[in-house]
Every structure is written in C-alpha cells, then in structure tokens.
C-alpha cells in the first residue's frame, strides 16, 4: 500500500507545480506521474530524456561523464585520456569506487588522471599533435597498458580536433588499440548519449579484433555487463555465479580488462546489470554474434533467487541444479540478516532518486527488509526504463523524471519518508533538513549491496543511518511548522 491514494498523489504533484510559470508547469507536468501497474507501456504517462527546464536545479551529468565515467573509465588496465582542459578529468577520477586488482600505475590506471591539459593556445590552434605526443608518453611511461581510449570533452567538437586520425595513426605505432570516443560533454541530454557513444565505440573498435581467433570455449560461458563493481558489487555477483557452474569470461566494466571485452563476444549469454548503459552493445552482440541477454538483479534476497533461477533456464540441468544448491545454501545466511535488521526498519517509507537502474532494482531490498518505496524516479532515464519500473513499484507511487531540486524537496517534504536514497548533490541538502539520508551512487563510501554478501551490508547501512540518534536533535521540515512559536524560540536559544 502506497503512503498516499492516487487522488493524493495526483493532488500533491498539481500543488507542486503551481508555483512555474505556464510554460514550464506545462513541461515538468510531463516529467511527474502517479503509478499504474497495469499499464504496458509509460509512454503516455511519463516523457523522459529531454532536455532539462533551464533555470532550474538539474541532478544530470553529461555524455563526456556517462562515457568516461561509466563505461571506459573502470576498464582497469586500458590508460583513458581526457582530451581537453584538465578539470572535466579530475573531476571523473577514481569517483566512483570501482574496485579493481592491480598495481596502479604499473597494469592498472583508474586512478590516475590522463589529460591533454588544454590550454588557450591549444583552443586557438588545436590539441592534435598535442594528443598525438601524450599518447607516445603514455606508451613510454606506462608501457604495460593494453590500449588506449581518447574521452573527448567539449572544446574538441567546437574547435574540430580529429581524434580520429590522430587514434589511428597512433595505434598503428604503438601496436595497441586506440579507441577516440566523441563524448564531448555538450553532445545529448545527459549522460545517457555517453553511455550509448561509448557502446558504439566499443562495438567499433574492439569487439571485433579478435574475430576469428582460436577460444577455448565451454557451454558455461557468461559475462557480466554493465556492473561496475562499486563497493565490490561484480565480485559479490561472480561468487554466486561461479557457484552455480558457470564461468565468468568477462566483467564489463568494473575490474574489467581490455582482453575480457575482446573475448565476450565468445560467451553462451550476457548478463546485464545495468540495461540504462549497457543495453545497447548486449543488442549488437545478440544481433551479429546470435548471443542472448538477460537482465538480473542480485539486490536482496528475493531477486537474487529470482534471477539466479532465471539465468539457470538458459541451461541445462547442471546448472538449475547449481542454481538450488546455491540458494539453499545462502537463504539460511539472507533469513539471518532479515531476522535481525527487519524488525528495526519494518514500515518505514523510503524516497529514492538515482540514475542508471538503482530507482527500481534496489526496491526489492528494501521490501526485503520491510520497508515501503513510496517515491522513485531517474536523472537520465528513457521510457524503457520506465517501463520496467511500473512493474516493480506499488500502485499510486510517485514517479519522478529528472526531478528538480525544488520538487523534490517539496515532495519529501510533503510525503515525509523516513529514509532518502539519491546522489551526493542531494545528500548534504536532506541532511541540513534533518532526513536520514543514504548516497547511492556510490554506496555511500560502504558496500557490495549486491549478492549474499551485499545484503548484509546494505541491511547494516540503511539501520545505522536510519536509527542513527543524531536524528533526534534535528528537527525536519514537516515537524518545525507544527511548533508554536516559544518552542521554536527556545529550540533556537
């Protein structure tokens, strides 16, 4: 049961929008909707990936951050560049806590910023042979990478560099694949163009270099996609996988290596984590390579046994098998955590707003755990996204698309939920209004949430934020207006 009936929730988000004028109440109108679950399609209700109503506050990266961040940035032993001015690249380094096994500096680069530094002279006169002597140093000093990706930021389409030629020239020298990427950062909406540009480049410049080469394959083959191991979460996911009788060929891309991707295209079945990022090149492989692809979801108990049961249909016996033995052998360990933390967070309401798959996959976690979503929404979301989402949520929940700053206050003011799960541009915002707050980009600094192991972990953080007592000595929106105005002054003093 939704904290609000429909009537209400249609109710609040009209009294929202009374304060735009015409023309924007007539736009973010399109962006609000109050859940359906009998609808096949979001399309009439919800629009997403547009442009978002300037002027006010957006939570949107850009394709150069969906592109570098996401997709090509985690690859762990490839050196990614920034082919522009220097801060767009140390703001996208080492962000998002994708954990990987190296040595930095030696096979593994993540962590360290590559730039092209661009300067006024380079704008007026253009950065190729800059980028062309930054890729021979990269080979010189870091000779143990495998290849080479040119993340291009916004002064390079407007002044016209050819990353391109440069890329091809260079990989011919240093015998290494390098892949120049056109994620300037202007380029689409959101970072959705990024994530989608970067598919395309990977499809057109690495998946096919090893076409024709001698694997040693197996029936068991799979790869993870779209999984960035934050906090740990891809190896949490391989430890179930791996148990149950398949082999992981190759995690895209979080501890992912440049030979993984080169050899996924061998694999019985992909399995995607993340479809916002990754839908894209799981389609060209299903369509040039004849591989599947299957979504799972390993947050919470429920889904992990949904999906791993799901992903065993795709196999034979053997693998079903492993599938039950797996879940009989963790389901004591999950009802272990249940046991313990669902009697401290049974009933309490959650808001969430985040961007890639975290507004509908975590859900079943909470539910596990005896909470109610009562509010969700993405930053960069499309209607397929949507699609999926009013299957997973309540009837009468509030549905949110590239919400902006002021709505989003006034909802949680309005609706008063007892936990907010959303990005580090919002965190400290709820945390000054007195609302338990987690940051679910990047698990807050914790994590895996996913898997066996996940579970606990994310059972653990939303009761140590939710029933932390430093809550009691603030006081939320809703609760200050009902204070008489001595009490106000006193609470002041």
Known sequence: MAALTREETEALIAEVLEVYPEKAHKDRKKHLMVNDKTLESSKKCITSNRKSLPGVMTMRGCAY???????????????SISHGPIGCGQY????????????????????????????EKDIVFGGDKKLARLIQEVEQLFPLNKGISVQSECPIGLIGDDIEAVSKKAAAEIGKPVVPVRCEGFRGVSQSLGHHIANDSVRDWILSNRDGRPFEKTPYDVAILGDYNIGGDAWASRILLEEMGLRVVAQWSGDGTLPEMENTPNVKLNLLHCYRSMNYISRHMEEKYGIPWREYNFFGPTKIKESLRGIASFFDDRIKEGAERVIEKYTPMMEAVIAKYRPRLEGKKVMLYVGGLRPRHVVGAYEDLGM?????????????????????MGEATLIYDDVTGYEFEKFVDAMKPDLIGSGIKEKYVFHKLGVPFRQLHSWDYSGPYHGVDGFAIFARDMDMTLNNPCWKKMTPPWLKKTEQPEEAEKAAA
């Open 92 to 119: 996208a380094r080492a962000g998002r806590r994708n954990y990987y096994v190296g040595t930095t500096g030696v096979d593994a680069f993540c962590e360290i910023n590559f730039t092209s530094d661009f300067q």
């Open 372 to 392: 109610e979503v009562i509010g969700t929404g993405y930053e960069f979301a499309h209607n397929d996204d949507y699609d999926r989402t009013i299957k997973d």
């Open 65 to 79: 951050a969906g592109s570098k961040g996401v997709v090509w940035g985690p690859i762990k032993d490839m050196v």
